[in-house]
Nanobody
Framework: QVQLVESGGGLAQAGDSLRLGCTASGRTFSRSAMGWFRQTPGKEREFVAGIGWGTGRTDYVDSVKGRFTISRDSAKSTVYLQMNSLKPGDTAVYYC????????????????WGQGTQVTVSS
């Protein structure tokens, strides 16, 4: 069984920075990508950022480009999301995800999900 555990959420003010982390544990699996998604009440889960595990290729939703950076530490089986210049609109539960199948798009095909971590940004 694969487990993803997020850390680093919390409260922030507009303009602040937070860094989320997600560590994979459990059985060994060949991951092709990891990503971050977010969800607010009453809305569908939204793709935020993804990274190809072997290639390092990244993709971001337009609303976070230039503010958020996704990175990985293969030795630690950890993916990070550095969030700068936070806005109230970034308030959501953030979920880490991992997948095994290799797709070109970094936005689809995720098999495993973390439990989520709350990020709240006040104005």
């Amino acid at each position: 069984q694969v487990q993803l555990v997020e850390s680093g959420g919390g409260l922030a003010q507009a303009g602040d920075s937070l860094r989320l982390g997600c560590t994979a544990s459990g059985r060994t699996f060949s991951r092709s990508a990891m990503g971050w998604f977010r969800q607010t009440p009453g809305k569908e889960r939204e793709f935020v950022a993804g990274i190809g595990w072997g290639t390092g290729r990244t993709d971001y939703v337009d609303s976070v480009k230039g503010r958020f950076t996704i990175s990985r530490d293969s030795a630690k089986s950890t993916v990070y999301l550095q969030m700068n210049s936070l806005k109230p609109g970034d308030t959501a539960v953030y979920y880490c995800a991992a997948r095994e199948t290799a797709y070109y798009s970094l936005r689809v095909g995720y098999d495993y999900w973390g439990q989520g971590t709350q990020v709240t940004v006040s104005s």
